[in-house]
Nanobody
Framework: QVQLVESGGGLVQAGGSLRLSCVVY????????MGWYRQAPGKQRELVAT???????NYADSAKGRFTISRDNAKNTVSLQMNSLRPEDTAVFYC???????????????WGQGTQVTVSS
């Protein structure tokens, strides 16, 4: 069983910064791609940023230049530094990870419980 636990959400004024963190717990052979997604009220969940095991990154256009995703493979963590936050960034942010339980396993996709980010104008 793999469990993802997020932290770092909260309320911030427009232009401010927040840092989200996610720790992956459980028994697994390796964590492959990790990422952050978000879901605003009344909208579908959307990709914010992803990062491969060797730290190649991909960002949504809305996140480019403002958000930075990073990971620590030794600590099984992924983080999202968010700067220049806007009211439209208000959403529940979810951590996502693909892990292999054994060397021969296919990827197991797992989600965190979500952390609320609210940006006031």
């Amino acid at each position: 069983q793999v469990q993802l636990v997020e932290s770092g959400g909260g309320l911030v004024q427009a232009g401010g910064s927040l840092r989200l963190s996610c720790v992956v717990y459980g028994r697994f052979y390796r964590i492959n791609d990790m990422g952050w997604y978000r879901q605003a009220p009344g909208k579908q969940r959307e990709l914010v940023a992803t990062i491969t095991r060797d730290s190649s990154t991909n960002y949504a256009d809305s996140a480019k230049g403002r958000f930075t995703i990073s990971r620590d493979n030794a600590k099984n963590t992924v983080s999202l530094q968010m700067n220049s936050l806007r009211p439209e960034d208000t959403a529940v942010f979810y951590c996502n990870a693909n892990s292999q339980i054994t060397f021969w396993s296919s990827n197991l996709n797992s989600w965190g419980q979500g952390t609320q980010v609210t940006v006031s104008s």
